[in-house]
């Protein structure tokens, strides 16, 4: 059974800097592409970043491109999320993704199939 687990979330301060993790287990974590979204109230949930399998090709939006950046581990079946220079937009419960239906060069949350439970990110302003 497929397990993805956030952590690293917490409160900064505009300007700031984050890492988040996220620990797999149950799958082939080396073989799928990994996923970043994030969730404000209200909102529909939106891609952040993409990474794949050998960890050499990303995808981000633009509303983070420059500021955010992901990268994995696949000895320690680890994704991260250096978030640098945020802001208080960024402010978001962020899920790590992944799925046999994951590309890096999609953001679509509906090709994700294994989510984590979700970490709070608040910036201050």
């Known amino acids: 059974q497929a397990q993805l687990v956030e952590t690293g979330g917490g409160l900064v301060q505009a300007g700031g800097s984050l890492r988040l993790s996220c620990e797999a287990s149950?799958?082939?974590?080396?073989?799928?592409?990994l996923a970043w979204f994030r969730q404000t109230p209200g909102k529909e949930r939106e891609f952040v970043a993409t990474?794949?399998?050998?960890?050499?090709?990303?995808f981000y939006p633009d509303s983070v491109k420059g500021r955010f950046t992901v990268s994995r581990d696949n000895a320690k079946n680890t994704l991260y999320l250096q978030m640098n220079s945020l802001k208080p937009e960024d402010t978001a419960i962020y899920y790590c993704?992944?799925?046999?239906?994951?590309?890096?060069?999609?953001?679509?949350?509906?090709?994700?199939?294994?989510w984590g439970p979700g970490t709070q990110v608040t910036v201050s302003s």
């Open positions: 993704a992944s799925g046999p239906r994951a590309i890096v060069q999609s953001g679509a949350a509906g090709r994700y199939d294994y």
């Open positions: 149950g799958f082939t974590f080396s073989t799928y592409t």
């Open positions: 990474i794949n399998s050998g960890g050499d090709r990303t």
